[in-house]
């Protein structure tokens, strides 16, 4: 069950952080010529569906991980989406900064999830 819960809930978070990244950024690309409020409005749409996931998410991964680790898992799949989002999306150039970065995030993964 704590394995199923696991994956079910990373799964879940990795769907969610589709919709939570495309609510926070790409308004910058698509909606930079309105006014914010329509960015907002937008944002707020695309992030109902985010939270649809997130808030079950979190209560299926709570039930097989601690507070820190549903956290630190959270940071970890954000990351692993708004790399390749911000790479293709939104143009942005590869950097080795985003190495570094996640190689930060998986030490934190090790360092909550050892033991």
């Known amino acids: 069950m704590q394995a199923s819960a696991t994956i079910t809930c990373g799964l879940m978070l990795l769907a969610s952080n589709v ?16 006014p914010w409020w329509m960015a907002a409005l937008a944002s707020w749409g695309i992030a ?5 996931l997130m808030v ?4 299926i991964g709570y039930s ?3 507070l820190p680790q549903l956290k630190i898992l959270q940071e970890a799949i954000t990351l692993a989406v708004f790399v390749p989002f ?4 939104m143009d942005q150039p590869v950097k080795l900064d985003y190495l ?3 190689l ?3 030490g934190a993964v090790y360092f909550v999830f050892r033991g």
């Not at 109902?48 to 649809?52: D, H």
């Not at 079950?56 to 209560?59: K, S, Y």
């Not at 911000?86 to 999306?89: E, G, Q, S, V």
């Open 19 to 34: 919709f939570m990244t495309f609510a926070w950024y790409a308004h910058l690309k698509e909606l930079s010529a309105k």
């Open 48 to 52: 109902f569906f985010e939270y649809l």
């Open 56 to 59: 079950p998410a979190n209560r």
């Open 64 to 66: 097989a991980l601690s």
């Open 86 to 89: 911000a790479m293709l999306y």
């Open 100 to 102: 570094w970065a996640s």
């Open 104 to 106: 930060c995030i998986m």
